[in-house]
């Protein structure tokens, strides 16, 4: 962002009112400090998210619970994460009007960060070059070197100041902007909606081949994630049969966007026909693997239990949106528990975490396309 900003201060050069308004009033508010850093809206996101979901399930988010320490709070270790179960803490407070706030909450990165500590992920994937090649070859690609031409077109320098990374910058510039101030910046006007389109397609390369369907690991990474998701349902399930109350009504999980995209790939979602190459870009514009839909800010999956007369049955929620399982024979969005367990029992009597990240990575797509194995 920096270097991006010195270059269209001392360089850039066109009649533009966005560009005069950058060179003479924009200044370059982001500092080193704060990255990774959650900022007073992410923890807005939080509190209203705590609201909503109090409104929508009242008889578990309540107050009762709450006072009864009957909400369970789980977080990665990162400070933005515990600065957003502090603020969802904020929220369920502020909602049942208790004045005094106390946060309650354990650290837990094995499950929050299960990435970090699953070597075949870490050896295969994050420190493994080859693993992104698709992402590399997009960014040299036809498309992105598109996208260049019209910036360094627009700023009046050459081709050849403008890296891909500077572009990225200025789409970030133009989307924080909007998301933390609500200010369509004059970086925007550097991009139309086909250029958006583009770096949209770079950032879902990078997340499926690092983090969702692309190698396989990515989502047998988070094997120790579901079993402990199941788990807690199997427990809440035995309790309904035994007419017992659970000790925890509610457990809430504070992670990443790193830690969502894998277990939704392991339930088997958002996995389109072909995979996203630098090649297909024109044949993509129909994917259902869309990060910016999947995972936005404050992304948020949930899962409910309810206790029926047929028997219990559970509900899937992606960002408080009712999702269907894939590949149940019901139609309905709330089926059996059990039925749910048996579109899963692969993965529930295997799918050993230790075992999966000592093995490292395997194929995820075969065919036409080639195989991914590295």
């Excluded at 807005?44 to 409104?55: G, M, Q, T």
């Excluded at 992104?132 to 019209?150: D, S």
């Excluded at 090649?279 to 800010?297: A, C, K, L």
């Amino acid at each position: 962002m920096q270097r991006l900003y010195d270059l269209v201060i001392n360089e850039a050069s066109n009649d533009e009112t966005w560009l005069e308004e950058i060179k003479s009033s924009w200044k370059m508010w982001y500092t080193d400090d704060m990255d990774g850093k959650l900022v007073e809206k992410g923890r807005d996101d939080h509190r209203y998210l705590a609201v909503r979901l109090s409104k929508l399930f009242p008889s578990l988010l309540s107050e009762a619970n709450l006072r009864n320490h009957r909400i369970r709070f789980q977080t990665s270790s990162k400070h933005r994460c515990v600065d957003s179960i502090e603020a969802f803490q904020q929220g369920l407070h502020k909602h049942w009007g208790l004045e005094e706030v106390w946060y309650r909450h354990e650290v837990n990165d094995e499950l929050m960060r299960f990435f970090e500590h699953c070597r075949g992920f870490v050896e295969a994937v994050e420190n493994n070059k080859t693993a992104l090649a698709e992402v590399k070859k997009f960014k040299e690609g036809p498309e992105m070197g598109e996208v260049r031409r019209k910036m360094a077109q627009q700023l009046n320098v050459p081709y050849e100041r403008v890296t891909p990374d500077m572009v990225e910058a200025a789409f970030f510039l133009c989307a924080y902007e909007f998301a933390i101030k609500s200010l369509h910046t004059p970086w925007c006007h550097l991009f139309d909606l086909n250029d958006a389109k583009v770096l949209e397609y770079k950032n879902d390369l990078k997340q499926f081949w690092k983090r969702g369907h692309g190698h396989s690991i990515n989502s047998r990474s988070s094997c120790v994630l579901f079993h402990d998701l199941f788990n807690r349902l199997e427990l809440a399930v035995q309790h309904l049969r035994l007419g017992q109350e659970l000790p925890e009504a509610v457990t809430v999980q504070v992670g990443h966007g790193e830690t969502l995209l894998p277990l939704l790939s392991l339930l088997g979602l958002y996995k389109d026909p072909a995979p996203p190459t630098a090649d297909n870009y024109s044949q993509q514009h129909g994917r259902s693997f869309r990060t910016s839909e999947i995972v936005p800010y404050a992304a948020n999956m949930l899962f409910i239990l309810y206790d029926c007369r047929d028997g219990p049955r559970v509900q899937f929620l992606l960002n408080e949106t009712p999702v269907r399982f894939p590949g149940l024979t019901s139609e309905t969005e709330v089926p059996l528990y059990s039925e749910v367990r048996q579109k899963y029992r692969e993965l529930l009597e295997g799918c050993d975490a230790q075992k999966e990240c000592e093995f490292g990575i395997r194929p995820q797509y075969r065919g036409h396309h080639g195989n991914t194995e590295l």
